[in-house]
C-alpha cells in the first residue's frame, strides 16, 4: 500500500470557504450572545402570573374555553413550566433548548433531504448554515427566537413537526417488527397530536404535508407497516387540528377581531384575499431576492460532494417529484399568507410571519434539491458530470457573498451593533433593577407601584428595534402590559413614571413609587 493511500491527503479549505464558516459561527455566537440577554416581556409574565389565580391546568382550561387560544399543548407547556421558575432570571435558560431543538429538526431535515450519503459533519455544517441564514434574515426575530411563548407555539412546534415527518421518512420500516413498528406508529401518532396542538395554522401545514405524504406512500405501495404509519400519524393529526381549530377560545377571539378590523360591507373572502396579497407583495420579493439565500443556494447546488448526495432518491411511483414538492411549497406559503387575513380580517402578526419566513426558507431548500437533484447511470456514475457544476471560482464567490452578507446584512449586523452599543446588556440591567425594586416594593405591601423610566429605554428603542421583543409598560395601568406584569407580581395595579415625575404632596395609601430617593418617594403602608 502507498503512503498515499494509507494516508488520503485531505482538502484544505478555500479562503472563501473559510470566510463563510466564520460568518456563519458569528452569526450564530451573536445569536446566542443575545440569548443571554433576553427577558421576559408580554404573555411570558401573564402565563406565570397565573399561578396567582388559577392552578396551571384550571388555567388551561380556561385559556381553551373562555380565553383566545385553542393552543392546548403550547399554553400547557408554557404554563407547566413558566410557573415554577424565576422567569427574570432564568430566561436565558429556557430559551436555550429551544435552539438545541432548533438545530435538531434541521439535522433531521437535511438528512431526509440528503440520505446517508453525507457525512455527519457536512450535516453539521449544513445544520448551522441554515440556522444562521434564517436567523439573520428573520423579519422580527424578538418574536420568535428571544420570546419565550411565541418561541414555543411557533418555532418549537416547526421544530417538533420536522422531527415527526423524519421519523416517517427516514425510519427503516422493513427492518422492524411487527410489534416495534405499532409502538413506534404510536409513539409518532401521540407525537403528532401534542405538535398540531401548539398552533392552529402550522398544525393545518403539517397535515397537508402529512396527507400528500401518505397519499405518495400509499402509491408506491411500500412496506405495509409504513403505509399503516402514515394514516395513523395523519389522523391523529387531523384530530388534533380539529381539538385546536375548533375551540371556543378561537371564536372569541375571531370575534373581538371582527369588530376591531371591520369590513365596511365587502366580503370575507375578498378582505381576505386583498389584505394578503398586500402583504405578500411587501414581503416575498424580498425574501426571494435576499442575497443570502440566493448565495447559499448557490453554494448548494454549486458543491461537487453535494451534487453526488442530490443523486437518485425515493421512488415517487410515477408522480413527478418537482411538480408535488413545487407545488405543495407554494400551496403552504399562500396558507400562510391567506388564513391570517381570513380569520383576522388583517395581516398576520410578526411572530406568524416568522413561521411564514421559516417555512419559505425551507420550501425553498427542498425545491432547489428536487429540481438539481441527478439520477443514477449504471455503473455508479451520475447523469451530470461535476464539472458540469460551475467553476471552481463561481464555488468561491457564492461562499464569499454568503460570508459577507451574513455579517454587513440583517439581524446579525443589527444584532452586533446593539451589543456594542451596550444596548441588550442594558436592557436587561433595567429588567432585573425593575424587578428588583417592585419585588421589595411588596414585599412591603406595596398594592399599586409606580416605576420610573430609566433614559437607556428609549435607547433601545431607538437603536435594537428588531432584536427583541418590546412591550414595556406604560404610564396607563390599564394596558395589557402593565396588567400582565401587573399579574405576575400579584398586584393591583402597575404602571410607569417619568425619572423626575412630581410627586402629589398627599400620599395616596398602599402606593409606592420605587426607585427614587428615599425622601422623595411616598409610602405608605399603614
Known amino acids: ?97 429551544l435552539v438545541f431543538f432548533q438545530a435538531l429538526g434541521l439535522r433531521v431535515f437535511w438528512r431526509m433531504l440528503l440520505g446517508e450519503t ?45 422531527l415527526l415527518i423524519g421519523g416517517l421518512v427516514q425510519t427503516r420500516w422493513e427492518e422492524m417488527t411487527a410489534r416495534r413498528a405499532r409502538l413506534w406508529t404510536a409513539g409518532l401518532s401521540l407525537l403528532a397530536f401534542g405538535v398540531t396542538g401548539m398552533h392552529e395554522l402550522l398544525a393545518l401545514m403539517l397535515c397537508v404535508v402529512l396527507m400528500t405524504g401518505m397519499a405518495i406512500t400509499l402509491k408506491t405501495r411500500r412496506s405495509s407497516s409504513q403505509g399503516w404509519a402514515w394514516l ?47 402583504q405578500a407583495w411587501q414581503q416575498l420579493p424580498s425574501w426571494v431576492l435576499d442575497v443570502r439565500l440566493l448565495a447559499a443556494t448557490l453554494v448548494l447546488v454549486l458543491n461537487p460532494s453535494l451534487s453526488r448526495a442530490r443523486s437518485g432518491g425515493f421512488p415517487w411511483g410515477g408522480i413527478s417529484p418537482k411538480l408535488v414538492v413545487t407545488a405543495l411549497w407554494l400551496a403552504i406559503v399562500a396558507g400562510m399568507f391567506f388564513c391570517p387575513s381570513y380569520l383576522l380580517h388583517a395581516p398576520m402578526p410578526k411572530q406568524t410571519l ?23 447511470q449504471p455503473g455508479g456514475a451520475t447523469a451530470i458530470g461535476l464539472d458540469a457544476n460551475g467553476p471552481r471560482f463561481a464555488r468561491s464567490a457564492a461562499l464569499a457573498v454568503l460570508g459577507l452578507s451574513l455579517l454587513v446584512t440583517g439581524n446579525t ?32 405591601g406595596a398594592t399599586r407601584v409606580e416605576v420610573p423610566m430609566r433614559d437607556f429605554a428609549a435607547t433601545y428603542l431607538v437603536n435594537c428595534p428588531r432584536i427583541y421583543f418590546s412591550a414595556e ?3 396607563d395601568p390599564t394596558w395589557w402590559a402593565n396588567q400582565y406584569v401587573a399579574c405576575y407580581y400579584g398586584v393591583q395595579s402597575l404602571r410607569r413614571v417619568p425619572p423626575v415625575a412630581r410627586l402629589s404632596a398627599k400620599p395616596e395609601r398602599q402606593v409606592e413609587v420605587v426607585g427614587l430617593k428615599p425622601q422623595s418617594a411616598p409610602i405608605s403602608n399603614q
Request: proline content about 5%.
Open 118 to 162: 453525507v457525512t455527519r459533519r457536512q450535516v453539521l455544517a449544513l445544520t448551522a448554515a441554515t440556522m444562521a441564514v434564517l436567523w439573520a434574515g428573520l423579519p422580527s426575530p424578538g418574536e420568535f427566537f428571544f420570546w419565550f411563548t411565541g418561541a414555543v407555539e411557533y418555532y418549537l412546534s416547526i421544530s417538533l413537526a420536522l
Open 1 to 97: 500500500m502507498s503512503p498515499e493511500q494509507s494516508h488520503p491527503v485531505r482538502r484544505v479549505p478555500s479562503p472563501a470557504a473559510c470566510l463563510a464558516g466564520a460568518a456563519v459561527l458569528i452569526t450564530l455566537a451573536t445569536a446566542f450572545i443575545l440569548i443571554l440577554y433576553a427577558c421576559p416581556v408580554a404573555d411570558d409574565f401573564q402565563r406565570a402570573g397565573s399561578i396567582h389565580t388559577r392552578p396551571w391546568y384550571r388555567e388551561l382550561a380556561f385559556e381553551y374555553f373562555e380565553g383566545w387560544s385553542g393552543r392546548w399543548s403550547g399554553n400547557g407547556l408554557e404554563l407547566l413550566i413558566l410557573t415554577r421558575i424565576d422567569i427574570v432570571r432564568w430566561y436565558p435558560l429556557l430559551l436555550a433548548p
Open 413 to 444: 449586523c443589527n444584532g452586533m451593533i446593539g451589543l456594542r452599543n451596550g444596548v441588550p446588556q442594558n436592557w436587561r440591567r433595567m429588567t432585573h433593577r425593575r424587578d428588583r425594586l417592585i419585588t421589595e416594593a411588596v414585599r412591603r
Open 473 to 475: 409598560i406604560t404610564e
Open 354 to 376: 416568522n413561521a411564514a419566513y421559516t417555512l419559505f426558507v425551507l420550501g425553498w431548500i427542498t425545491t432547489v434539491i428536487v429540481w438539481t437533484r441527478s439520477h443514477s
Open 232 to 278: 395513523a400519524v395523519s389522523l391523529s393529526a387531523l384530530i388534533g387540528l380539529a381539538v385546536v381549530a375548533y375551540a371556543p377560545g378561537n371564536f372569541l377571539r375571531a370575534a373581538y377581531e371582527s369588530g376591531r378590523n371591520p369590513l365596511h360591507g365587502r366580503s370575507i373572502l375578498m378582505n381576505a384575499l386583498e389584505v394578503a396579497w398586500s
